[in-house]
């Protein structure tokens, strides 16, 4: 059983910074790919920024230029630096995994709140 903990969400000003972290319990070398997701009260939940094993990036539209997604393979990590964050990015976020042969599976999420 895969698990996934992220960590590093919190209340901050627009303008502001955090740093989301996940912590896997697998190694990253059986990660195909790593995705962060976001979800807001009443919306569908989104892809924000994914990275392949081969570390290639992916983001959304609205956080291009913004966040960073990356991984520490030696310590299972993976991060998403959130700068110049805006009230809108405030959501649930979700670190989600897909393994080689094998399926995808979630982190429990963590609460991100921008304050205008």
């Known amino acids: 059983q895969v698990q996934l903990v992220e960590s590093g969400g919190g209340l901050v000003q627009a303008g502001g910074s955090l740093r989301l972290s996940c912590a896997a319990s697998?190694?990253?070398?059986?990660?195909?790919?790593t995705g962060w997701y976001r979800q807001a009260p009443g919306k569908r939940r989104e892809l924000v920024a994914q990275?392949?094993?081969?570390?290639?990036?992916n983001y959304a539209d609205s956080v291009k230029g913004r966040f960073t997604i990356s991984r520490n393979n030696a310590q299972n990590m993976v991060y998403l630096q959130m700068n110049s964050l805006k009230p809108e990015d405030t959501a649930v976020y979700y670190c989600?995994?897909?393994?080689?042969?094998?399926?995808?599976?979630w982190g429990q999420g963590t609460q991100v709140t921008v304050s205008s």
């Open positions: 989600n995994v897909v393994l080689y042969f094998s399926g995808g599976y």
């Open positions: 697998v190694t990253i070398s059986r990660i195909n790919v």
């Open positions: 990275i392949t094993s081969g570390s290639t990036t």
